[in-house]
């Protein structure tokens, strides 16, 4: 079955800098690929998500690249701001079915 | 998201008992799954159902039980055979099967004494 990784566990960058969230997935049938930020004691939200048959997604200030020949993804947020501090998970998914997530990335943005 | 209902909130068993989580959506979703969320592990995938009276197993079904009755409705039944099942129990929907957002209920956290 699928097998999702993802780095770092914790995060730590300065208001107004970079982060970048790597995933890898182990089933080359896997096409879709969601990233969910989870703020503390709430549900999680999708924030961005792309299919296989696209490199590079990009919404404002967030931005998922895949490489299908590496299996993985990557999450990029620039110019970050404390409200982005959550739990950010990846995960893979063929065909929207059977969803494989990610262990979680703990954000924290320092003012 | 703010059209899934997980209930009750917090939920308190015995070991040994089973115990049913409500999981009801007005979104006119086809696609229901329940997740189990544990510190440091992400979300597990249970079940899930595309579609009503049919549903497929997750990664960590053994000793849980789910039904697709309606198209509003999944519950989850949390058996006596789980062996570790205290956790937070995440009910999600999607539009229908594909490349769908899914959409997270506010959860259960369920606590076996």
């Known amino acids: 079955g699928e097998n999702v990784e993802q780095h770092p566990s914790t995060l730590s960058v300065q208001e107004g800098d970079s982060a970048v969230i790597k995933c890898t997935y182990s089933d080359s049938a896997s096409n879709y690929f969601p990233w969910y930020k989870q703020e503390l004691g709430k549900r999680p939200q999708l924030i961005i998500d792309?299919?296989?048959?696209?490199g590079e997604k990009k919404d404002q200030r967030i931005a998922v690249t895949l490489n299908k020949t590496a299996k993985h993804f990557s999450l990029h947020i620039t110019e970050t701001q404390p409200e982005d501090s959550a739990v950010y998970f990846c995960a893979a998914s063929e065909y929207g079915q059977n969803f494989v997530f990610g262990p979680g990335t703990r954000l924290s943005v320092l003012p | 998201d703010g059209g899934i209902t997980q209930s009750p909130k917090y939920l308190f068993r015995k070991e040994g008992q089973n115990v049913t989580l409500s999981c009801e959506q007005n979104?006119?979703?086809?696609?229901m799954y329940w997740y189990r969320q544990d510190p440091g592990q992400g979300l597990r995938l249970i079940y899930y159902?595309?579609?009503?009276?049919?549903?497929q197993k997750g990664d960590i079904a053994e000793g849980y039980s789910v039904s697709r009755e309606k198209k509003e409705s999944f519950p989850l039944t949390v058996t006596s055979a789980q062996k570790n099942p205290t956790a937070f129990y995440l009910c999600a929907t999607s539009k229908d099967r594909g490349y769908n957002e899914q959409f997270f209920g506010p959860g259960t956290r369920l606590t076996v004494l």
């Open positions: 159902s595309q579609i009503v009276n049919d549903f």
């Open positions: 792309i299919r296989s048959n696209v």
């Open positions: 979104l006119n979703h086809d696609a």
